[in-house]
């Protein structure tokens, strides 16, 4: 039986204010501030100073500028800070509009492939609706970079830059999408007209021409050849030419893709550790790289990361970047906001319930590059983001210990700092993976 707000209700609801210490003072300070300014916490400026014992310069943080192609700039700027300490050229960039154009061509086809397979479910049907509610987009994760790579390399920055419509997605994005529903519609009415597996293909690759049409258009053709020409920090000359973009990953950047591990922290009750998982949809390479989870402690997954850090390698990681943090301080901490304090309300939830209920999911991915231990245990790290030289401390952000623990999802790992144990786990576990629905949230992409 429903139940209305009474008006009696709402008087036991107003006299209950005066009983809650200071609230005057807390409904000016958030009317005229705002919540969030009005419940900040100053401690934290002092607690998150950007000292670390240890710390990989990195150089310059990229931009990813209006996209939300944050996976691709992190894990791309992994693989571009040892090559430009081998090769002495600082601040080198890898091509993000490169690995943007495959990723959408690519994710074009997952969509049309993913149509034709739900063709006779209703589109009521979840799965059905959940594949048309956003046919491709910008986010991504770390395994769905590394199909890209693997079928296609990648070129220098200034082999094939950014355009309009990288740095600023959205008329792109729409565009496609508006197309891919039109076109996902008439695959599904092929298929239910009883049309034959080659008819239907046909029609999808005169499609994928379209699509190839338009990101052409809008992003540039890709090299399939270059020249490759730079000076080095000691001005010295340098020309690789006629080089194809899977040479160039090989020779220049050379990391081992099938040695990274992708490890996530989901402590929610259908997730045992030490299982890997996949996603139902997640993914954009056809025949490609499948996207996989090794379920860990976080102090496992901290452990790891400190290793891999102390080896000189830096961590691509995914985290809920709009929880708890200022991005213009460039800070990341759980005591940030004492909302508790403002409103006199607990507002503390486990990590579980917050994956559990929505609250929380990844939706960035940045890279580690230091920690500060204390009694060897983690207080703070750093991280390089991909917002550009403006935000925080000249691009980088200070994450405290408090918000690791309850916003970092994924970290990738390099499988040679991982223990046997934990090894044969992935190993074993990637051979038939759990299979998550496609809406869980460790299939949230990076997008931000």
């Known amino acids: 039986m429903t139940k209305e707000i009474t008006n009696d209700a709402i008087n036991n609801y107003t006299q209950d204010l005066a009983k809650h210490a200071g609230i005057n003072i807390a409904s000016h300070a958030a009317q005229e501030n705002g919540i969030f300014k009005a419940s900040q916490n100053t401690q934290t400026k002092i607690d998150l100073d950007p000292t670390f014992s240890i710390e990989i310069d990195t150089g310059k943080p990229a931009d990813q500028k209006q996209s939300g192609r944050c996976w691709m700039f992190s894990a791309l700027n992994t693989m571009r800070h040892p090559l430009q300490k081998e090769y002495k050229v600082k601040d080198f960039e890898l091509s993000q509009n490169f690995t943007n154009f495959w990723d959408k061509f690519e994710k074009s086809n997952w969509f049309f492939e993913n149509v034709i397979a739900t063709a006779e479910q209703p589109l009521g049907d979840r799965k059905v609706a959940f594949l048309f509610a956003t046919p491709q987009q910008d986010g991504g994760q770390w395994d769905m970079l590394c199909g890209l790579i ?12 950014e355009t309009a419509n ?10 496609l999408n508006t197309l891919l529903r039109k076109d996902g519609l008439e695959l599904r009415d092929l298929v239910n007209a009883g049309k034959s597996e080659e008819a239907i293909q046909t029609r999808k690759n005169e499609m994928l021409n379209d699509v190839f049409r338009i990101l052409a258009v809008s992003l540039g053709v890709p090299p399939t050849k270059f020249d490759f020409e730079y000076k080095d920090d ?35 009750s259908d997730k045992p550790y030490h299982k890997v998982f996949s996603v139902e949809y997640l993914g954009n390479v056809v025949g490609g790289r499948q996207v996989r989870h090794l379920n860990l402690k976080i102090a496992e997954m901290k452990e790891l990361i400190i290793k891999q850090l102390k080896a000189g390698e ?11 943090s200022d991005r213009q301080l460039g800070l990341l901490d759980t005591n940030i906001y004492k909302r508790d304090e403002l409103f006199d309300i607990d507002f503390s939830m486990s990590k579980a319930d917050m994956l559990d209920s929505g609250e929380s999911m990844m939706d960035h991915a940045m890279v580690i590059t230091g920690v500060d231990l204390v009694n060897d ?35 990738v790992i390099n499988k040679k700092f991982l223990p046997d144990d934990l090894k044969n786990a992935f190993d074993e576990g990637s051979k038939d993976p759990i299979q998550l629905l496609p809406w869980d949230p460790m299939g949230a992409l990076a997008f931000k």
């Open 150 to 161: 693997q079928k296609y390399g990648i070129v220098p920055k200034t082999v094939y830059p």
């Open 166 to 175: 990288a740095t600023n997605s959205s008329a792109l994005n729409d565009t």
């Open 234 to 268: 000691d001005g010295n000359y340098h020309r690789d030419a006629a080089i194809t973009p899977k040479e160039f990953f090989d020779k220049y950047v050379g990391m081992n893709l099938e040695d990274h591990v992708s490890t996530i922290n989901a402590p929610t």
């Open 314 to 324: 830096v961590v691509w990681f995914g985290s809920n970047v709009g929880k708890d």
């Open 377 to 411: 245990k983690p207080t703070k790290w750093k991280i390089e983001n991909s917002w550009g030289v403006k935000p925080g401390f000249k691009g980088y952000f200070v994450m405290s210990d408090s918000w690791f623990d309850s916003f970092v999802y994924q970290a």
